[in-house]
């Protein structure tokens, strides 16, 4: 288990399987980041020498990539905004219905969640 | 797809020419409009909008994290009345 950019900790898998293990870092970022610091993609992580690993984090901390916590931070600042000015994306996002105009006759459980059935109450 | 930046914003001019009006007498009116496509520039800021939904006009005050928003994303268009409750108000 190697330690890597904080908190993370991706596994004994190719360099290449495990930095998308890394929030914000997905498939191809993490190819590019490799392709800079000239580490084979095939390696396994456990392989990797801590002066790799420095490298590793050094590039992406390079290239202002932004991971983990902080981004996790900017997307919720971006979503209190969009809720704050009450603009149409900020509404759907505070009941928690597809924001991109998307169909919700059918579909959208992503963001509905499971299936809530509501019945009709007659008044007596 | 989005807008070709060859173009530039959409802004409606009538209401631009309206706010110059407004801004060079200093007063502070409502402007009442159905350009809800049109983009909100910084000029915008600090007026308030009447903006048609449809129906009717819903008072939109601009604000400084609104810009580059449409006016239509502020005057929502559509009403959902909750399933399920059919109470005496609504069977009556």
């Not at chain 2, 000029?43 to 994290?65: A, C, P, R, W």
Request: aromatic letters at 6%; one cysteine or more.
């Amino acid at each position: 288990m190697a330690r890597l950019l904080g908190v993370e900790i991706p596994n004994e898998k190719r360099i290449d399987a495990s930095l998308p293990y890394i929030y914000g870092i997905g498939r191809s970022l993490a190819l590019k980041v490799l392709a800079e610091t000239g580490i084979d993609p095939g390696i396994r992580t456990g392989e990797l020498t801590d002066d790799q690993l420095a490298e590793i984090s050094h590039v992406v901390t390079g290239k202002k990539i932004v991971v983990e916590g902080d981004l996790r931070r900017e997307i919720s600042i971006h979503l209190k905004r969009l809720s704050s000015i009450n603009c149409y994306r900020g509404v759907r996002h505070r009941r928690g219905m597809p924001v991109r105009g998307q169909r919700t006759h059918t579909n959208a459980r992503t963001r509905k969640g499971k299936r809530k059935t509501v019945g009709v109450q007659r008044s007596k | 797809m989005g807008r070709s930046l060859k173009k530039g914003p959409f802004v409606n001019q009538k209401l631009l020419w309206k706010i110059d009006a407004l801004n060079e007498t200093s007063t502070k009116r409502p402007i009442k409009t159905w350009a809800r496509a049109s983009m909100i520039t910084p000029d915008f800021v600090g007026h308030t909008f009447l903006v048609h939904n449809g129906k009717d006009f819903i008072s939109v005050y601009v604000t400084e994290n609104m810009v580059g928003h449409r006016l239509g994303e502020f005057a929502l268009t559509r009403i959902f009345k909750s399933h399920g409750a059919h109470t005496a108000k609504v069977s009556k």
